[in-house]
């Protein structure tokens, strides 16, 4: 109980400006005391105003009052001191350079517990308890300690700014809804506070179901890696037990199949697990925005919540999340009678078919092919880099540097003997082949260009009319000039209608069959598609024609 006592003393004579004990202390007409050079300096601030008023209550004074030292309370303080206090304790701490500072503390100020809107000022623990006793001053909208309270006050008018200008989207004084803004749509900035809290509750409502589809699409996503994973090591162990029927004539095919199974598996779940890393980043992103607009949801100010919100608010946008759709298969159970069909038709298999088991590995395509692209922009984003096979171009066709671009060219071109050569027709295979979903586009110039793809294994000698693009089963061609178009297959026509143009794109999506030409621009013309089911991988092909400087161009797509 001694120890309580000696803290009301300590709070009893210690001075609310510099919160130590009093010096030289004066009793100014409303009662409060203070230490004679706290109060001066105070009063010396408001010299201009010609009003004088205590930091405790807000009573003012006209004139300034006589300061005189108060001798009774002197001696108080002095007994205390003897005591062995010197100073109140002071578990108070001082604003640094990144805290709101107190605006009634003078000398070395302490941090503000909470600012003002009405007063635009801030105030310490001390300071702020006239906010707590005083009726008039318990009206006022108290918030978090901010730095940014003068952008509350109409820098023309030096009012409150307490409204808002839908018209133009600002804070404003009531002056200025009578000024410069009279006649715009204007609410009280609470009113429109109260309209933006619901929008952002919508919008937080949209982000947390956004996170809730995209949380449920990654355990659809883990069940899917663990069914492929299944499904693999069971077609693993299925062929390893027919190939060791055929252990003499399959040994080499054995260890093949098992690579291929395996390689795709890892394509595979790698693509889902791909998915599901980015899917589980968004979730960390989405609830990153939340937080955001959470605490911006809990902003007091009503003027620093509206000043953010246009900001803070574009991260409601693109929330919506299409579920993962899942293709239904049986995975990797097809190897397996695939592997039986060799085992019965050993040599048959080995020389005409086996590509058939390499494409049932490769079509386990767990999740569902992205839509066709619609614009320029969404087919360059599966673009490739292609380039031209110098072994398989035709003795008349030169091409440049990089491999790009043929031009056929009436002098034959020393180039060495290869059996992947064309030896008849003006024609040249890209080196790389073409799996998945690929595109990319032809520039030509001259009479015109067959711009086809083709099978590794079409003849490569033999008249054009049989063995050149498009005239057989093994490639699909469409021949393009300066007046009309014409698709060939298997050495059928098929007439082509279509804006002319000297560059031609080409999606290929080999899972899926598909093989479509189009007409470059923003909006890509579509010039002709074809579905089928593609047995081998498939290789881009250019035919030109029979004239000097007639030029086709793999393009360069960035």
């Known amino acids: 109980m001694a120890q309580k006592g000696v803290e009301l003393d300590q709070d009893t004579f210690s ?28 009063w010396d601030g408001e010299d201009g105003k010609k009003i004088y008023s205590c930091p405790q209550c807000r009573q003012s004074f006209t004139p300034r009052p006589v300061l005189v030292r108060n001798t009774m309370l002197a001696v108080l303080v002095e007994e205390l001191k003897k005591t062995g206090l010197q100073a109140a304790p002071i578990d108070h701490c001082y604003a640094g350079a990144e805290d709101v500072a107190c605006d009634v503390c003078t000398g070395r100020k302490l941090k503000a517990l909470k600012s003002c809107l009405v007063c635009v000022a801030s105030f310490c623990e001390k300071h702020l308890q006239f906010h707590y006793d005083s009726a008039p001053f318990r009206k006022h909208k108290l918030v978090e300690p901010s730095k940014k309270l003068q952008e509350n006050i109409c820098s023309r008018h030096d009012e409150v700014m307490k409204m808002f200008c839908r018209t133009d989207q600002q804070c404003i004084c009531y002056l200025c809804s009578v ?12 009113a429109e506070r109260t309209e933006k809290q619901r929008e952002l509750e919508v919008s937080r409502q949209n982000i947390q179901q956004g996170i809730q589809d995209r949380e449920k699409d990654v355990k659809l996503l883990q069940q899917e890696v663990e069914a492929i994973s299944r499904s693999a090591d069971k077609a693993v162990e299925d062929s390893e037990k027919i190939f060791t029927e055929l252990i003499r004539l399959m040994e080499e095919r054995r260890s093949d199949v098992k690579q291929q199974v395996r390689w795709q598996q890892e394509t595979e779940v790698s693509r889902v697990k791909e998915l599901q890393e980015k899917l589980e980043q ?3 992103e989405l609830k990153r925005k939340d937080v955001k607009l959470e605490e911006l949801s809990h902003t007091e100010d009503h003027n620093q919540f509206l000043h953010n919100y246009p900001s803070l608010s574009a991260l409601s946008e693109s929330t919506h999340s299409s579920s993962i759709n899942i293709r239904s298969l049986s995975y990797f159970e097809d190897v397996t009678a695939a592997v039986s069909e060799v085992r019965d038709k050993l040599q048959d298999v080995l020389r005409e078919t086996w590509t058939n088991v390499s494409l049932t590995v490769t079509d386990v395509d767990v999740l569902l092919s992205d839509p066709e692209p619609k614009t320029r922009a969404e087919f360059l984003k599966y673009s490739r880099e292609i380039t031209l096979d110098l072994n398989t171009a035709n003795t008349h066709l030169l091409l440049s540097e990089g491999n790009r671009r043929a031009t056929y060219i009436s002098r034959q071109q020393s180039y060495p003997s290869h059996p992947e050569r ?27 260009v067959n711009i086809a793809v083709a099978y590794k294994n079409i ?16 490639s699909w061609a469409l021949d393009t000039n300066k007046k009309c178009y014409h698709f060939w297959y298997n050495n059928v026509e098929t007439p082509v209608s279509g804006p002319q143009s000297s560059r031609v794109g080409v999606y290929l999506d080999h899972s899926a069959g598909i093989l479509s030409f189009y007409n470059v621009s923003e909006t890509m013309t579509l010039l002709h598609r074809v579905q089928t089911t593609f047995t081998q991988p498939l290789y881009a092909g250019l035919w030109l024609r029979y004239a000097d400087g007639n030029t086709a161009e793999l393009c360069e797509l960035k």
């Open 15 to 42: 001075c609310s400006i510099c919160l130590d004990l009093l010096k030289d202390p004066v009793a100014i007409p409303c009662g409060h005391s203070y230490c004679m050079n706290c109060i001066k300096t105070h």
């Open 179 to 190: 000024d410069e803004h009279k006649g715009h749509d204007t609410v009280s900035a609470a």
């Open 282 to 284: 968004e979730i960390t």
């Open 422 to 448: 064309f030896t008849e027709c003006w024609q040249v295979l890209s080196r790389e082949s073409l799996t998945g979903r690929c595109y990319w586009e032809v520039e030509w110039s001259g009479r015109g």
């Open 459 to 474: 003849n490569r000698a033999g008249s054009p009319n049989y063995f050149g693009f498009g005239r057989n089963d093994k």
